[in-house]
């Protein structure tokens, strides 16, 4: 009996060491790295004042940290509104909302690999909540279900814009769905696993998918094969990366709460906390895709470069601290990436709709399907003759031609009837 | 006996699938199928089926039923609400239900129910002798870990490889179809 409670005590440790130590300050954190880093790029300062106040002490000068307590300022504040409820919504959908929207988010983080292992007491510790053989397909699922969230917040607010903004944002979502699905098939054939930690692992032991320049520890060009593999890896990377862009709601793909057409989107209607968990939500989900795609592309916790069985033998009064080393390793990557997010939304301009519908559904199902073949060929290729690998480059090309004509065409009926 | 959870998700998936038909409002009998489908994936998962209770969130519950309430919202089915519920389809409904239950305590009267054994090391790995000895599968059951994604792929690429893509020209053609058909004709 003993034996469960340890474990389960183990288990609850990781979900609110990872969930509400990790993740959910992750959110406040790239809130004001959003404001400083937007600051930046319009040439203003952004906020750089809120700090701890010493003197209301009655000290000299105040200690500001660059600003890095605002975040607790602006949720302190979002906690003190008034939580208004307005007349006309459906009330029970209205509350639930909010909620559907963050949970799913945080559930996610279970299966994300945020280290490789820490040992205490001869006891040793992957550093991931659940450890299962189906990651990113578990990843997807639930991301999935915050759709609902969105929807019934449009819906439940019973007003014209919310609505619009629900609508667009379950189009947008679903659509995106199989741009993320379909291009990962690549990756996941690549690795023949879905288990992210054994991915990462995989990783660290032969080269991050797309920096494969070391093998068993020592450094060292790719082979032909690997090298070949770059070219579908990196059109997956492409396609994943944007499609997280669209499926997180995040500029320039943020049509759900586009301001200049819909006031704020589903989010109108809410104020206070309830507004301030879709905030949430959203940059949940945009710390949870980055983890995603550092995960699959980047390497995950893993430091490149044979580093990593070197580090994984330190230890300090017999603690291995391999784990905690590479989880600082993936949270720098993660914010690195984040960071990447950020500059997007400040750099490039808001989709319009149909733009946003034609690149889904023209060019990225039909790109990240192509690209499926492409890499299945690369991989199979070994195994092949040269007279088959001949035919299949020839019908790839000659289907991926056929595709470009086929949308080409497409693009030229779709024209205004002129009236 | 079954875990706590089993009853945890059963329930749930009870409670919600009640809920389907006792709510008046469409989108509130929609939101319970997808707390039955939320049920039936834990039930998935408690049978070590992680694939499968996986993929029944992600296609009924992500996609299909994000559909369904998509289109009740959009036609706004406010007569639906105030309808009151007539006696022949409560009572052919109840029929179906006796039918069914008829026809599951047929089922299970009849096949043997033999303790199943339990997914332990040993089980696991005789259960890889049927499969390369050098593969994936192979490695990960004498791991004692039940690679129940690889299984699958195995089980659908080996035995049912010609059903498996002919299903896959069915929803191509399906899929093509819808195009053509909703399709305006140019003038």
Redesign the interface.
Known sequence: MPEIFLNLAIIITKIVFFTFLVVLPLVPLSVYFERRFSAVIQDRVGPNRVGIPLTLLGMKKDFHFFGLVQPIADGLKLFLKEDFTPEHVRKAFYWMAPALTVVPALITVCVVPFGSSVSLFGHTEKLVIADIDIGPLFIFSVASLSVYGITLAGWASNSKFPFIGGVRSTAQMISYEIALGLSIIPVLLYYGDLNLSRIVQQQADHGWLLLPLWKNGTLSLPDLNTALFLIPAAIAFLIFTISIFAETNRMPFDLPECETELVGGYHTEYSSMKFAMFFMGEYAAMVIGSALIVTLFLGGWSIGFGLDAIVAKWEIFGVGIAGLIHLGCFLTKLLIFILFFILVRWTVPRFRYDQLMKLGWVVFFEAALLNVFLAALIIAAPQLTAAIIGIGAVLLVAITLAVIWVAKVSDDTVRPIPA | MPSPLFWLFATLMLIGGIAVISFRNP??SA?SV?ACFVGLAGLFIGLST??VG??Q??VY???VM??F??II??LDLKNEEKRNSKYAPIAAGLGLVVLFTVQLVGVLSKSPNPEAPPLDRATLAAAAGDYLTDG?IASSLNAG?L???HLIGHMLFTQYNFPLQIIGVLLLVATIGVVVLSKKP??
């Open positions: 989108v509130a939101m997808v992680f694939f996986v993929i969130i992600l519950t992500g996609a994000v559909l309430i998509f919202m959009l994936k870990q690679p129940d994604v140019a003038e």
